[in-house]
């Protein structure tokens, strides 16, 4: 009942800004959040940022806010990650999650629905 393919991922430079995107297809739940993670080779999956499909209400880890906004277009279905000033540091694959209900979940055990994610590589 839920899908998301996530896209926009590529190599970019140091300073760089790039928006991933994420098809989101949900039937039977009203209410949902959607989130971006990261995860770069060796290191723990990471909460970015969220948003609240039905207010647009967002919520983001401190290590994000500033560099990283998501928004999200009810019309089209789709979830957008703005990323600014990109950095070595943000190499990683990307992903889009959701967790049914209104939340601002940061744990991804609360996402069981998952994309197959989007390679980000920043050249310095």
């Known amino acids: 009942q839920v899908q998301l393919v996530e896209s926009g991922g590529g190599l970019v430079q140091a300073g760089d800004s790039l928006r991933l995107s994420c098809a989101v297809s949900v039937r039977f739940l009203t209410t949902y959040a959607v989130a971006w993670f990261r995860q770069a080779p060796g290191k723990e999956r990471e909460f970015l940022v969220g948003v609240n499909w039905n207010d647009h209400s967002t919520f983001s880890a401190d290590h994000a806010r500033g560099r990283f906004v998501i928004s999200r277009d009810r019309t089209e279905n789709m979830a957008y990650l703005q990323m600014n000033n990109l950095k070595s540091e943000d190499t990683a694959l990307y992903y889009c999650?959701?967790?049914?209900?209104?939340?601002?979940?940061?744990?991804?055990?609360?996402?069981?629905?998952w994309g197959q994610g989007t390679q980000v590589t920043v050249s310095s």
């Open positions: 999650a959701l967790s049914p209900g209104v939340n601002y979940a940061f744990d991804s055990s609360r996402y069981p629905y």
